[in-house]
């Protein structure tokens, strides 16, 4: 039985009937609650102002004070998650990506696009790694991981949970990375992608051990590398970097601020490629690094951290994406392909191409686009939730 009910403010309501995932604190006119205080993470019911059911989600302090969960009167059981866990993996299933011998690492659920909204589930091989980004969804993380058991079957032999940096913080819950199913002995695993190895560690690796949204963009790396000299900048455990090498590339350069990651991004190439391979791993920061690049790279990537990770930020951010793009287009040879990234949700794709546009300006080069660029279909965007489009790309052909 739902404890509490949330009554909103008259017009409010709006939004949710568009089925819009959100409802911020400012929206609430009362809470109706059978407890003396209502707790964080509990699951709620949403009405209008006139008593008219609406939505059912779990309840957070801050800003957004229900992700929605349902717009249906239904009971939020096992069997509902159980339900939700089958569906995604059937989009998965569609995209060819449950049995692929090519590619054997991918998204299962991308919190909105998925509608579960604050969790987040990556597939390397046999392991499903849980990363929940809300008390609600730490709460009902066993329910979770009985779910993706009945899913997977023996596809699948463990579970790990890597929520501890990603729940709020001051809801004093303590989380603790490990297993919450199954365990495993080794802390590095080879997975492949499009045929590519890559060494993930995902109880110590940055997000759940490896960036499975650049899948496709990698991809188009390859293609437009052969003959070409390479900058991975922001290269974290070298992605790009192999895909370029596999490519074709003459050479390629790694950089990243983490001495660990480009001595991970080093290891993927020689998994793939030997000894051999004509690549240089350099930690360092990335901006300067470019600053002292002159005309030797072709094909430079630049693949940052979100510069914005809240609206607050976003002229700073903005100011920071023009710049390095200005300096990556000043010294990239005539004839050279840039890849530009920006993983902000605060950004919009016409804010970061207006930004890139300003860059190539200051630059004073010829820019053609090429692609533009957005996350892969495993990583989809809930069409009533157009905030999650957060990965924005433009490839450009540089005279």
Known sequence: MIKTQIYLRRGKEESLLRRHP???SGAIERIKSREDEIKEGEIVDVYTKQGDFIARGHYQIGSIAVRVLTFEQEEINQEW???????AYDV????????????????????EGDSLPGLVVDIYD???????????MYL???????????TYGEKLTAIYDKSSQTVPFKAGLNAVDGYIWGHSNKKSHVVLENGQKFMVNWEEGQKTGFFLDQRYNRELVKHYAKGRTVLNTFCYTGGFSVYAAAGGAVEVCSVDASERAVKLADENMRLNFGESVPHKAVAADAV??????GDKYDLIILDPPAFAKHHKVLGNAMQGYKRINARALSQIKSGGILFTFSCSQAVSKELFRTTVFSAAAIAGRKVRILHQLTQPAD???NIYHPEGEYLKGLVLYVE
């Open 22 to 24: 959100w409802i911020f």
């Open 81 to 87: 998650w159980n339900k939700k866990i089958a569906v």
């Open 92 to 111: 998965r299933r569609t995209l060819n990506l449950t049995d692929n011998e090519q590619t054997t690492c991918y998204r299962l659920i991308h919190g």
């Open 126 to 136: 046999k392991t499903a790694v849980v990363q929940c980004h809300s008390v609600g």
């Open 140 to 150: 009902s993380r066993m329910a979770i991981a009985e779910a993706l058991r009945n």
């Open 288 to 293: 300067e690094y470019i600053k002292q690049i």
């Open 379 to 381: 990583h989809p965007i």
